[in-house]
């Protein structure tokens, strides 16, 4: 079979199990967000964290707790990297260094998984379990949960509630996160990814009479979490591409369908919670359309491999891996950059400018194709209010959207949410190009050079975590600016959805007219990716312009 | 407690939900999932590890080993250090992909086999498409193993080259070659070893893995194993080498 059929098999076969899993799995989350019962094991733990299961909050207090946690997680992670060598099973793995360990905690809290170190190299056991796992599980369900509230905003009338975040943070933990992890875990193993404490450092006697450690790890428990959680840190500096975190073409696949499955069922999750399955269908499609032509536009360029070195090389597998080949690569680049995974199969450094150019700009899009848990469904629902606002204006109405009315207040939170992380991202990499160490960091000179730097902070903003990794980032400027960054890239956005969420669920609902326009056609659907286009576009297309473009369209 | 100020019992809260989690999602699952992989799948959950006669490992089949001797000039700087690692390939072995790394003392990088394959420091050169050193040391390994996987009977030309054979892996520990550069260094292989080319072949088409379920990946053949397989089916004592340029003196 040729390469390039097989390539067209392998999405479709991505495309046909996340169809089918959207139904169920989509369905399944929204009883988890909704259900009134709690589970005993629930109610046990609720218990043991001194929270009241069934008071409802307002969204100030909700959003206090989903700070609360956060400041207590970067502390707790913070503590453990930095005392990591008085800690037991950390392989004699020195402390972190303390801008380092403060980067690395923000990373991992924020979903993003951003990495100045490198894991086999750096941490233990301890560090890996009982600091970044626990992360990768709590950060994804926090997002999950935060996307919760602006769907019962839309649900909920005439309260100023917007659910328990405790409830749905220990709920998705308990009942999503951990029982899939297990499950596709243990396939993980079968499938060859190592999961081991005795002998991880076996020594291997090689053919030439060297021998050397072998760091195998605990990561199948890491690596499923790291896709189903859309963080993304590796547990070895190669990160997927390491044939440890992913064996063969069969776990690439499964790693790709893993990191898409939550965020291309939310949809329904939405559509059911708020009564409409055809609104889902809108979502998970608009969704679907951007990752498909994002996916055929990658592998195009990948399989074109423009570049005067890439010419030379007959191909572009510089940085990528034979059992993948050019179509799991680029499949794998553009799923975990529209999401906010940043796992990476192949380094995308060394990607042909355009191919590297459409990483950069999936990540522009705010990752909502499907996104990063929660958060990418939340970042598609407020372009979809910018939509319904921009159609109102058109024929002169009141917008409306799923019966609660678009009003200055709900605009100024959408118009908010959507500056505040590209400002991040921008503003961050002006700094960087402004200050000589900064740019001393850079592995490649000219145009790709600041395409490392906008990808650096683009990816930092937007909590994606991937890196066009030639850029060294362990240094002192790299390691605070991105923890800044990456901080305010995860919660301010967060906050504005807050806000919004509890803005909607005081109103009361309205009924649809004749003059409301319609949210559950094709012609929304076309409407809204073209808003997502410009919106980007317009924000972005200068930034493009100096790095990608400038090196691709020499 | 509860006169307390809700900023105060929400950070409490939040102190021991963190702890609760960090038990359940950062004690209690790995060790389950060790315990259920240990149980269910020991090969595997122990890194694939290949083992000889006298239960020594030798191999994980999932990871790329170097099969190169320093040439005698640069000895000194085969360390596998993470300094420099130049090193000349052996002519009896399938050479995996190859390793391009900085020379701290040029500031540029060059190609640098003994680098590859280092399983405590992996990823590649992240060196960009349009990149000049890129294109050097791309044009360099052409001719490398042009010269290299000529034989006195066939002939390899610097075009015909794979072009998996002249650019790194995104690990620099993977053990995959293409059929096609696998295929190329056959007859290397046969005329150093002292064997009929069919029996290369042979070798390679038993180490080859397909597409998963034929439509998953890329066929790879793996160098790992296919060397292991070559050593004990037609064992040699033939231990020259081929002097390659490193790109550190042009």
Redesign the interface.
């Known amino acids: ?1 040729s ?1 390039a059929a ?1 390539g067209w ?2 999405a479709g ?1 991505l495309v046909f199990a996340l169809a089918v899993t959207y139904r169920p799995l989509g369905d399944y989350m929204a009883h988890i967000l909704s259900s009134a019962r709690h589970w005993r094991v629930e109610k046990g ?1 609720y218990r ?4 009241d299961a069934d008071a409802d909050q307002t969204w100030p ?1 909700y959003i ?2 989903v700070l ?2 956060s ?3 970067v502390l ?1 992670l913070y503590a453990i990297l930095r005392l990591q060598d008085h800690l037991m099973l950390s392989l004699g793995m020195p402390a972190m260094q303390a801008n380092l360990a403060y980067n690395t905690a923000s990373s991992f809290v924020t979903n993003t998984n951003w990495q100045n170190y ?1 894991g ?2 750096a941490l233990g056991y301890t560090a890996q ?3 970044l ?2 992360q ?3 950060s994804a369900a926090v997002g999950i949960a935060v996307v919760a509230t602006l769907i019962r905003g839309f649900t909920r009338t005439q309260t100023d509630r917007v659910g328990n975040f ?1 409830v749905d ?2 709920r998705l ?1 308990v009942r999503l ?2 029982p899939f ?2 499950v596709f ?2 396939v993980l ?9 005795a ?1 991880h450092l ?7 009479g ?1 021998s ?5 790890g ?1 990561t ?3 690596e499923v ?1 790291k896709e189903l959680g859309t963080n993304g840190g590796g547990i ?3 990160n997927s ?4 975190e992913n ?4 776990t ?2 499964l790693e790709i369908y893993l990191l898409l499955c939550i965020g291309f069922s939310l949809p329904r999750t939405f559509g059911k919670m708020v009564g409409s399955h055809r609104q889902g269908y809108v979502i998970a499609g608009v969704m679907g359309v951007i990752w498909a032509g994002s996916a055929a536009t990658m592998t195009w360029m990948e399989e074109r ?6 010419a ?14 050019i ?3 680029a499949l794998f680049a553009t799923s975990t950059t529209l999401t906010s995974t940043g796992a ?4 995308h ?5 355009l191919g ?1 150019g459409t990483a950069i700009f999936d990540m522009m899009l705010g990752e909502i194709a499907p996104g990063g848990t929660g958060s990418g469904l939340y970042g598609m629902l407020i372009l979809a209010i910018v939509t319904v606002f921009i159609a109102g204006l058109m024929v002169g109405r009141t917008p409306e959207y799923l019966g609660k009315k678009i009003r200055p207040a709900e605009m100024k939170y959408a118009a908010l949410y959507i500056l505040a992380t590209p400002s991040v991202a921008l503003i961050f990499s002006g700094i960087a190009m402004a200050s000589t160490s900064a740019r001393n960091s850079m ?2 000179s ?1 145009p ?1 050079g600041f ?1 490392e730097v906008l990808y650096a902070f683009t990816s930092m903003a937007n909590n994606n975590g991937s890196a ?3 850029l060294n980032g362990n240094t002192d400027f790299w390691n605070t600016t991105g923890g800044i960054a990456m901080t305010l890239g995860r919660f301010l956005p967060m906050v504005f959805v807050l806000a919004l969420a509890g803005s909607l669920a005081r109103q009361r609902h309205t009924p649809a007219s004749v003059g409301t326009l319609k949210t559950h056609t094709p012609l929304f659907a076309g409407l809204l990716t073209g808003v997502v286009f410009i919106v980007v576009g317009l924000t972005y297309f200068p930034a493009l312009a100096l790095g990608p473009l400038a ?1 691709g369209l ?1 | 407690m509860s006169r307390l100020p ?2 105060v019992l ?9 702890l ?3 038990v ?4 209690a ?2 060790l ?3 315990g ?3 149980a ?2 020991h090969n ?6 290949i083992t ?1 006669g006298s239960g ?5 089949k ?2 790329c ?5 320093p040439s005698s000039a640069e000895a000194a700087l085969n360390k ?1 250090d993470g300094v420099t690692g130049y090193a000349d390939p ?1 002519d009896k ?1 399938f050479q995996s ?1 190859p390793t391009y790394s900085t020379d701290p003392a040029l500031g540029r990088y060059t190609i640098q086999l003994a680098n590859g394959c ?15 050193n ?2 050097e040391l ?2 360099l390994m ?1 001719a490398n193993m042009a010269a290299f996987d000529s034989t006195d009977t066939t002939t390899v030309t610097a075009a015909q080259v794979a ?2 054979a ?13 059929p096609l550069n696998a295929d190329q260094q056959a007859a290397r292989i046969a005329q150093t070893r002292g064997i009929t080319l069919t029996q290369v072949k042979a070798l390679i088409q038993a180490n080859t ?1 397909g ?8 066929p ?1 053949v793996n160098t790992t194993t296919l ?2 397989a070559l ?1 004990k089916q037609y064992p040699s004592n033939n231990t020259s080498t081929t002097a390659f340029q490193t790109g550190a003196t042009s």
């Open positions: 079979m390469v097989a098999l392998q076969l733990l043991l964290m001194g929270v207090v206090r707790s609360a946690i400041v207590v997680g707790l490198a086999e190299s379990f009982a600091g796992a626990v990768n599980f709590v405790w943070l220990t933990i996160m951990l992890s297990i875990g243990i193993i079968a499938a060859g990814i190592p999961q081991e404490l002998s076996a020594t291997v006697h090689t053919l030439t060297g050397g450690p072998l760091y195998t605990a199948a428990s890491q979490i070895f500096n190669a591409a390491h044939p440890f064996p063969n073409g069969f690439n696949w491999h423009w570049g005067s070195a890439l030379v090389a007959g191909s572009s597998m510089n940085g990528k891996e034979v059992r993948f080949g179509p799991g690569s990476v199969d192949s380094m450094d060394s990607y042909s400018a590297g592995n490649n000219g790709h395409s066009f990794a030639g090196e020499k | 809700g900023a929400r950070h409490l809260a939040a102190i021991r939900a963190m609760v989690f960090t359940i999602t950062g004690i699952y790995p389950v999932m060790t259920i992989g240990q269910a799948f595997q959950a122990d890194g694939s590890l000889n020594q490992a030798i191999a994980s999932l990871l080993q170097t099969y190169v001797n596998k052996i072995y992909r280092t399983y405590t420091a992996t990823g590649s050169n992240n060196l960009g498409p349009n990149n000049d890129l294109t791309i044009t052409r072009t998996d002249v650019t790194e892996s995104g690990s620099d520990v993977e053990p995959y070659i293409t893995t597409r998963d379920i034929g439509i998953l990946g890329e790879g060397n292991i050593d």
